[in-house]
Structures are given as structure tokens and as C-alpha cells.
């Protein structure tokens, strides 16, 4: 059965470094999202990715944050410059279509820690 | 905005007990609502869903009605098994395809 792989699955860096999370959507989706959940707290939306640019974009998605679909496959999630409060597990997902009746399709999350 | 509250865990169980977990949301207009599992070393897949009030979504032996007096969408199961041990997320989606999730609920059964 397809699924959403992610990688790595815990990802350890210093501030102020930038990271790269990877994900591999399931290969006919048209629709990808990246969502983060902090420790104890609920699973945010960051944002969606369409026709190789941005759909929609939370508030949490500022300037430090990128995503990009470099080739036919992979998804990445870019931040900047991390900061001690990106520490959180990130998930990708990926949909066929965009209604949400369309179900979305999750990775098994990245753990990110910025220490 | 749209929220959505579930109860804290985790909840600790006997196998064969009877679970429930308690959802309760915030929106306007009409919702559809959602549960989705997370088991250990996985992505979150959808459990079950409801469109509208008084719809009822169901799988794997699990329940969720959807209660607009009550803004509720409460996930049951008569009899859990060791197998059930997950995170579980009440979900809610508006106009938006973007949904808005709770913070999780994990679940431990015992043999």
C-alpha cells in the first residue's frame, strides 16, 4: 500500500542552524502539507503546496520557513535559522485533491530538537 | 476560530474494557468531523469521520456520533485490545480543506 515516507525521523541541531526535513508523498498526489505538533500541544498547520508553489500558509509559517518540491518525488520543509521553539515533531501529508472529503495521507513525522 | 478540545491522557485500560474518549469543538457553520489514529513509529491515518449532525462514522469497532447540540463527536469501542494502543486525534474541518486537530489522546491497554 503507498504511503508518505519522511526522513530523518529525529533530526538533533544546534540554533541558528538551518534544516532540511525531507518527505516522499504518495507518487499520484497533487496536494502536500506540512503540519508540526509541539510537545503536549495540538497539530498545527503550517502549509499546502500545489502546482510547485504555496496554496495556503499558516501564521507559524513565517520567513524562516520554505518548502519545495526540488524533483518529481520529494517534499522538503526548509527552516532557516531554527530556533529553541521549532522543536516540535513535523509531520508531511499528501491528497489526491484538496477538499478535505479527500483524504489526507500522513508521514510518520520528523522530530525535530534544537538545542 | 475553529477548535477543537479533547480530553487528556493517556487512558489506561484493560483489554475487553470499554473506551471513551471525549471530543468537543468550536466552529461555525457546519463541520465535518474526524478521527484519526497514530500508532507507535506512524503517520496519522484516518479512523473515521461524520459530515453531518447526527451522522454516525464507525471502524475497526470503533464509534464517533456527531452531536451538534452538544458539540461533541466522542469516540467509543464496546471491548479495546492491546492492539488499540495509539494516540488518537478528533479532527475538524470548515470551508477549508485544512483541517484543525485536538492534541492527541493516548491510549495504553493491558493485557
Known amino acids: 500500500e503507498p504511503e508518505v515516507t519522511q526522513t530523518p525521523s529525529h533530526q538533533v541541531t544546534q540554533m541558528g542552524q538551518e534544516v532540511i526535513l525531507r518527505c516522499v508523498p504518495i507518487s499520484n498526489h497533487l496536494y502536500f502539507y506540512w503540519y508540526r505538533q509541539i510537545l503536549g500541544q495540538k497539530v498545527e498547520f503550517l502549509v499546502s503546496f500545489y502546482n510547485n508553489e504555496i496554496s495556503e500558509k499558516s501564521e507559524i509559517f513565517d520567513d524562516q520557513f520554505s518548502v519545495e518540491r526540488p524533483d518529481g518525488s520529494n517534499f522538503t520543509l526548509k527552516i532557516r535559522s531554527t530556533k529553541l521553539e521549532d522543536s516540535a515533531m513535523y509531520f508531511c501529508?499528501?491528497?489526491?485533491?484538496?477538499?478535505?472529503?479527500?483524504?489526507?495521507?500522513f508521514g510518520p513525522g520528523t522530530r525535530l530538537t534544537v538545542l | 476560530g475553529d477548535s477543537v478540545t479533547q480530553m487528556e491522557g493517556p487512558v489506561t485500560l484493560s483489554e475487553e474494557a470499554f473506551l471513551t474518549i471525549n471530543c468537543t469543538y468550536t466552529?461555525?457553520?457546519?463541520?465535518?468531523l474526524f478521527w484519526y489514529v497514530q500508532y507507535p513509529g506512524e503517520g496519522l491515518q484516518l479512523l473515521l469521520k461524520?459530515?453531518?449532525?447526527?451522522d454516525k462514522g464507525s471502524n475497526k469497532g470503533f464509534e464517533a456520533t456527531y452531536r451538534k447540540e452538544t458539540t461533541s463527536f466522542h469516540l467509543e469501542k464496546g471491548s479495546v485490545q492491546v492492539s488499540d494502543s495509539a494516540v488518537y486525534f478528533c479532527a475538524l474541518a470548515g470551508g477549508s480543506y485544512i483541517p484543525t486537530f485536538g492534541r492527541g489522546t493516548s491510549l495504553i491497554v493491558h493485557p
Open positions: 461524520a459530515t453531518k449532525a447526527d
Open positions: 466552529a461555525t457553520g457546519y463541520p465535518s
Open positions: 501529508a499528501s491528497s489526491l485533491l484538496a477538499e478535505w472529503e479527500n483524504e489526507q495521507f
